[in-house]
């Protein structure tokens, strides 16, 4: 059998590295999408804490720029596609809705274009996310519940994710959308809550920081492991049947509970150093998120092998590691 392509926008990012480290071992030729606007060597420090940087070819190109998509795909032929650029901060899509609006919903349609034109025999896939669901219409969110965004970057996802569906049903692409719950690790950015609370962690910790300020500490997410979601983005694409799926622990946490995880870990209190920081409330919040998996179970053969606990502790001992060096 000759040697699968696999062709990854936001090869960069947290999902992108730990894609690119699965697909590698599974014997793909892994080729990646390199904005110049993110096309230094510190845009790469997450191929390269995977020691992998010099395994992907990254090319030049953009989400907003169909011409170099066709040119990628045109060029490199590859088998499949996983679009995970966007713009993914929820509290900077308030700031940059248009932004937000093009790279993230317009760049998944130029993808679904792009190979719509050079080979629908493409395999997609897309990266939809449980913020779609907002305002939950479901106390358990499944493939059917109602979606109600909560953010412009939630309605960016929205349209990419039915534009996903749509081209399936129209031209009869085998496009999958995977509706992922919140998914961590080391390598996710600073900006982000977990990192955010795991880096402040690790520098009380170490002496160099005395608070974590945080907004809405209730705020309830179903948390699991980077690592064990990029498997399922595999498997969706080795199905006979393009279909869309969540992906989620099916167990919800409080921002509390989760904070104070990575406080034990290092042996403090909480209490003594969190600061509840209005400026950091969003102006519509999502109280709570919990995903059903039982379809990506039953149909992918797939679970979250990584608890919360461990996921935590493996972030604040890789920031604790980071610092010191």
Request: aromatic share 8%; with cysteine; hydrophobic share 40%.
């Amino acid at each position: 059998m000759s040697q699968k392509t696999a062709f990854i926008t936001g090869i960069t990012g947290q999902d992108g590295a730990y894609l690119s480290q699965l697909l590698l071992q599974k014997d793909y030729r892994v080729i990646g999408l390199a904005p110049r606007r993110s096309s230094s060597d510190l845009a790469n420090w997450r191929l390269d804490w995977l020691g992998i940087t010099d395994q992907v070819e990254l090319l030049e190109g953009d989400l907003t720029d169909l011409a170099s998509l066709i040119r990628i795909m045109t060029e490199h032929k590859p088998d499949e596609v996983y679009n995970l650029g966007a713009q993914s901060f929820v509290k900077a899509s308030w700031q940059q809705p248009i932004l937000t609006g093009t790279v993230t919903g317009i760049g998944a349609v130029n993808v679904l274009e792009a190979v719509r034109i050079v080979n629908p025999a493409i395999r997609c896939y897309q990266a939809s996310t449980s913020e779609m669901y907002g305002l939950v219409q479901e106390p358990v969110q499944t493939e059917t519940t109602p979606f109600y965004p909560r953010s412009p970057y939630a309605a960016a996802k929205l349209y990419a994710h039915w534009m996903t569906v749509n081209y399936r049903e129209s031209f009869g692409m085998f496009t999958c959308s995977g509706v992922l719950f919140n998914h961590e690790s080391p390598l996710r950015g600073i900006e982000f809550v977990t990192r955010k609370v795991t880096d402040a962690v690790a520098r009380i910790h170490l002496g160099l920081a005395d608070e974590l300020r945080l907004g809405n500490i209730d705020a309830k997410r179903d948390w699991g492991h980077a690592r064990d979601y990029v498997r399922a983005m595999w498997l969706m694409l080795q199905q006979d049947k393009a279909d869309d799926y969540v992906v989620a622990t099916g167990r919800t946490t409080t921002v509390r509970e989760m904070a104070e995880i990575a406080f034990r870990h290092v042996d403090l209190n909480m209490e003594r150093h969190l600061v509840i920081d209005p400026a950091f409330f969003r102006p519509a919040e999502v109280d709570i998120l919990l995903g059903d998996p039982t379809k990506a179970k039953t149909t992918l053969g797939w679970s979250a092998e990584t608890s919360l606990e461990n996921m935590i502790c493996e972030m604040v001992d890789a920031d604790i590691a980071r610092l010191k060096s």
